[in-house]
């Protein structure tokens, strides 16, 4: 079972950063890929952004320019840098693997108003 150390979530205002982090307990090269997805209320879990086993970033048109993906295989943690941030980027932040199985962790709140 993988086991997730989420942080960096918290309440920001329009134009501000926050930078989140996921910690596991295995190598991330276990998996194909790891990435964040996010849940706004009443709206369904989309992905965000991924970065592959090889190191290249993928992300959902709506965060492109403003978030950045990356990760240190050293400690098993990816980074989601978030600039920008728009009200429309409050949601539920959840890390996840891409693999056989996929594991989402607990999941860590971003929200985003004046």
């Known amino acids: 079972q993988v086991q997730f150390v989420e942080s960096g979530g918290g309440l920001v205002q329009p134009g501000g950063s926050l930078r989140l982090s996921c910690a596991i307990n295995e190598s991330i090269f276990t998996f194909y890929a790891m990435g964040w997805d996010r849940q706004a209320p009443g709206k369904q879990r989309e992905q965000v952004a991924f970065i592959t086993n090889g190191g290249t970033p993928n992300y959902v048109d709506s965060v492109k320019g403003r978030f950045t993906i990356s990760r240190d295989t050293d400690k098993n943690t990816q980074y989601l840098q978030m600039n920008n941030l728009k009200p429309e980027d409050t949601a539920v932040y959840y890390c996840?693997?891409?693999?056989?199985?996929?594991?989402w962790g607990h999941g860590t709140q971003i929200t985003v108003t004046a």
């Open positions: 996840r693997t891409y693999g056989t199985y996929t594991y």
